[in-house]
């Protein structure tokens, strides 16, 4: 066959399928590493005393300054659906990474408290836009039976970025000058760099392209990623019309602007309902906590010695991460649905053990007591790491059809985000009023989250983003692009949804 003259697609882009995913994957990396950097290195830089004095942080403060990156956070929402619709996912990615290098810069040469909150309302607004954008081109260009794994692995790397951070925060921890903050401030810069250097050597997403009515230039995308030689090969075709029939059946049947099309339809509302569960949830099982406040839970359990909670730091962002790659290849085992059941348990019972330990060893130097403590907290981060950080990027893409999937993931990141900010301030005095009675009511309310999984979730694992529709019972036409054993099951769901009303 003839080699494949390109048109439209940038000879950056590699012409080896396996080269191209792996690119796809660092660009995955570096945007997941910028979000969950931001998170530790707040961490650690609230037990350093160069830090607390600097700003003269005190409960108020400390969650201001928290709160902030979550203002950022929140402010995102309203732009994430324009900005990747409209724009393209690249676009969104690129706008993104500038924006968090302009607000790092600002952060990083704070001179007070007012700059310093300025800087991460900055990064906080552009980690959110590439949290959209980022997931979404690579959810919309890899393969079902890769899907689970790879975008798993995208947000996992969150704690990649946790485990750089907490190891720049421990090596500059004996420097006595405000560069032992400043310094994790400006190196946070280094993947926002990387995202704009990676992105001339990926394609837009066809599901766009097509969209938007650039119809040969998807088609051209579609046979350098599957690995073929011409747009004639019978694969390329299959995939190519399918993506054609689907969103040309979407606009035929999602006419009004994708917000109001969120609560259209039964099978549209039960959408809404997962993102609203999972976007009040991800925030409020007791992650959130353990992310902000490791320093005072270590405070609680009798650990002090900030050299000590340092290296606590370091080793749990090693153990999350090694948790979170570990469930990102266990969903396409599992299923979404089961680990996500199994994570939340393990969370429940995790919480009410170290609220239980706290509240017997906690003022004392009972050394087994203690360890019991930091083992609940690594117990309990496992949990959360195995089963909903390899599904924050993933789910929310996957249960929309494409012409809403920008705009449910903007409510699952609105609601995300707002708990984050709820939480950012009134986390510190709840840890501090309630003592260990505050995780024995966290763990109580993460029931109704368990609940909700329960009766709402739908499973999508190995299915393709055209057909997950059918498990919502909408009647979009669609054509299998997939393997025989893949179209039998097609074939099933269609048959149970063919005659069924919105």
């Known amino acids: 066959m003839a080699k494949l003259q390109r048109q439209y697609v940038s000879k950056l882009v590699p012409e080896n399928p396996t080269l191209l995913l792996a690119v796809l994957i660092a660009v995955a990396i570096v945007n997941s590493v910028t979000l969950g950097y931001d998170s530790s290195m707040m961490n650690g830089l609230a037990i350093k005393t160069t830090y607390t004095d600097y700003f003269h942080i005190n409960t108020a403060t400390e969650g201001l300054n928290n709160a902030a990156g979550w203002i950022g956070n929140f402010m995102a929402c309203f732009f994430m659906q324009p900005f990747a619709d409209k724009w393209g996912r690249k676009t969104g990615i ?33 980690s959110e836009l590439s949290s959209a954008a980022a997931p979404t081109l690579i959810g919309e260009l890899i393969p079902a039976s890769s899907r689970g794994a790879i975008l798993g692995f995208f947000y996992s790397c969150f704690y990649l970025g946790g485990i750089i951070a907490s190891g720049i925060n421990y090596g500059t921890r ?73 969103l040309a059946s979407e606009n035929d049947m999602y006419k009004g602007n994708p917000w109001s099309e969120l609560i259209s339809t039964p099978a549209n509302r039960k959408r809404l309902i997962i993102a609203v569960s999972f976007g009040l949830m991800i925030e409020l099982f007791g992650n959130f906590v353990v992310s902000y406040y490791l320093g005072s839970i270590l405070d609680q359990a009798g650990i002090t010695n900030t050299d000590t909670q340092l290296k606590i730091s370091l080793i749990l962002s090693c153990w ?89 993931i903007s409510v699952f990141r609105f609601l995300d985000t707002g708990c984050g900010l709820m939480a950012s301030f009134a986390m510190s005095y709840g840890m ?40 919502f019972s909408d009647t979009i036409v669609s054509t299998s692009t997939v393997t025989p054993h893949e179209d039998e099951t097609t074939n099933k769901l269609e048959e149970k949804a063919i005659n069924k009303d919105f």
Not at 449 to 460: D, G, N
Request: hydrophobic share 50%.
């Open 94 to 126: 690129l706008i993104a990474a500038c924006v968090c290098f302009v607000g790092i810069l600002i952060q990083a040469a704070a001179q007070n408290t007012g700059m310093f909150v300025v800087g991460r309302i900055i990064v906080g607004l552009g």
């Open 320 to 408: 999350c991460f090694a948790m979170a790659i570990f469930g990102s290849f266990m969903l396409d085992i599992l299923g979404r649905r089961i680990q996500t059941l199994g994570g939340i348990t393990g969370m429940i019972i995790s919480l009410c053990l170290l609220g239980g330990l706290i509240s017997r060893f906690g003022e004392s130097s009972n050394k087994s007591g203690i360890y019991g403590s930091i083992a609940a907290i690594f117990l309990f981060q496992g949990c959360f790491s195995f089963s909903i950080t390899p599904l924050t990027c993933l789910y929310p893409t996957e249960v929309f059809q494409y012409k809403l999937r920008n705009a449910g």
């Open 174 to 246: 004996r420097i006595t000058t405000t560069w032992s903050w400043r310094i994790p401030s400006i190196l946070q810069v280094i993947p926002s760099l990387l995202a704009i250097v990676l992105l001339p050597f990926i394609p837009e997403s066809p599901r766009w392209l097509v969209q938007n009515g650039q119809h040969e230039h998807a088609l051209e995308v579609l046979v350098i990623f599957q690995g073929q030689s011409n747009h004639d090969s019978v694969e390329v075709q299959k995939t190519f019309e399918e993506i054609e029939t689907t």
């Open 432 to 471: 501090a009023n309630l003592g260990w009675k505050f995780y024995i009511v966290n763990a109580s309310y993460d029931l109704l989250f368990l609940a909700c999984v329960y009766f709402f979730w739908v499973e999508t694992k190995g299915i393709s983003l055209e057909e997950i529709a059918l498990q």
